[in-house]
């Protein structure tokens, strides 16, 4: 981790600060589409399941889009456009 004041971050890991400026960075690039992936996840939340296993919703945030693409190591972030203007359900 790394100690954050208003101004600086002092890393323990200067890799861990490289690759958490770059996430921001790369998420601001991304910022456009999160009003569309919110609204689609309200739309789409009427097919939203849960039971005792599983939890299956959609997509509710870019980020979220984000983590789960890199969580399973597939090219769900580049539906990112098509989901946000209703092109593609996620």
Partial sequence: ???????????D????LLRD????????????????????????SEHSMDDDRYLIRPVATVEEL??????QHNCLA?????YADGDTDI
């Fill in 13 to 16: 890991d200067p890799y861990e």
């Fill in 21 to 44: 400026l770059e996430r921001e960075e790369e998420m601001r690039q991304y910022d456009r589409y999160g009003d569309g992936v919110s609204r689609r996840a309200e739309e789409l």
């Fill in 66 to 71: 984000f983590e789960e693409a890199e969580s």
């Fill in 78 to 82: 580049s539906y990112l456009a098509k």
């Fill in 1 to 11: 981790m790394y100690e954050a004041t208003s101004r600086t971050r002092t890393p």
